[in-house]
């Protein structure tokens, strides 16, 4: 769907923060499942988490992909997705061997356009979420720029600036609303 934006990338480039700024500035936004199934596995005190389950994590993942793509179809104009299906399924496929992308992405597509944020150490941070260091952040930036141009979308990786310039780059380089 056209009026689906994702922005995908490195872990810890700067995704949530964009955004947020894109939510401040009146658009839909969708978070990032892999977050969200953190928060409600420790509220549960659950294991499909990326360091006990990922397999278990990233079946949720895509789950909760497909089920944001359905909500977001009553969104009115643009829905930016902090990360999407093509992520998680091309995680769970990296991990398992099992054809994942082709059963879940060709039918699901977002936008041509997927807005990429690159490695960017002098920002990057682990979390009690995000547990995994910058070199496998960086391999899986990588495995993702490969992936997303090679399902038929169109990559544009965002330069390291500012939030708001990051947010108007994003901004001018949809098409018209009119269009979507």
Same mark, same amino acid.
């Given at each position: 769907?056209?009026? *689906?934006?994702?922005?995908?990338?490195?872990?810890? +480039?700067?995704?949530?923060? @964009?955004?947020?700024?894109?939510?401040?500035?009146? *658009?839909?936004?969708?978070?990032?499942? +892999?977050?969200?199934?953190?928060?409600?596995?420790?509220?549960?005190?659950?294991?499909?988490?990326?360091?006990?389950?990922m397999?278990?994590?990233? #079946?949720?993942?895509?789950?909760?992909?497909?089920?944001?793509?359905?909500?977001?179809?009553?969104?009115?104009?643009?829905t *930016?997705?902090?990360?999407?299906?093509?992520?998680?399924?091309?995680? /769970?496929?990296?991990?398992? +061997?099992?054809?994942?992308?082709?059963?879940? #992405?060709?039918?699901?597509?977002?936008?041509?356009?997927?807005?990429?944020? %690159?490695?960017?150490?002098?920002?990057?941070?682990?979390?009690?979420?995000?547990?995994?260091? @910058?070199?496998?952040?960086?391999?899986?930036?990588?495995? /993702?720029?490969?992936?997303?141009?090679?399902? +038929?979308?169109?990559?544009?990786?965002?330069?390291?600036v %500012?939030?708001?310039?990051?947010?108007?780059?994003?901004?001018?380089?949809?098409? %018209?609303?009119?269009?979507?």
């Amino acid at each position: 769907m056209d009026r *689906f934006v994702v922005i995908s990338g490195c872990s810890g +480039g700067g995704k949530s923060t @964009l955004l947020t700024e894109l939510a401040r500035r009146g *658009f839909a936004v969708i978070e990032e499942p +892999g977050r969200r199934i953190v928060d409600a596995e420790r509220a549960r005190g659950g294991t499909a988490m990326p360091w006990i389950d990922m397999e278990g994590f990233l #079946c949720r993942a895509i789950t909760m992909a497909m089920a944001d793509r359905e909500a977001a179809c009553s969104n009115r104009g643009i829905t *930016f997705f902090d990360r999407g299906l093509v992520d998680a399924a091309s995680a /769970l496929e990296t991990l398992t +061997g099992e054809p994942t992308i082709a059963r879940d #992405c060709y039918n699901h597509r977002y936008a041509p356009r997927v807005f990429l944020t %690159p490695p960017w150490p002098e920002i990057y941070a682990t979390d009690s979420a995000r547990q995994h260091n @910058l070199a496998a952040a960086i391999t899986e930036y990588n495995r /993702l720029a490969a992936l997303y141009p090679a399902l +038929g979308y169109e990559t544009l990786v965002l330069p390291k600036v %500012p939030v708001a310039e990051r947010a108007d780059i994003v901004l001018a380089s949809l098409p %018209p609303l009119s269009v979507l």
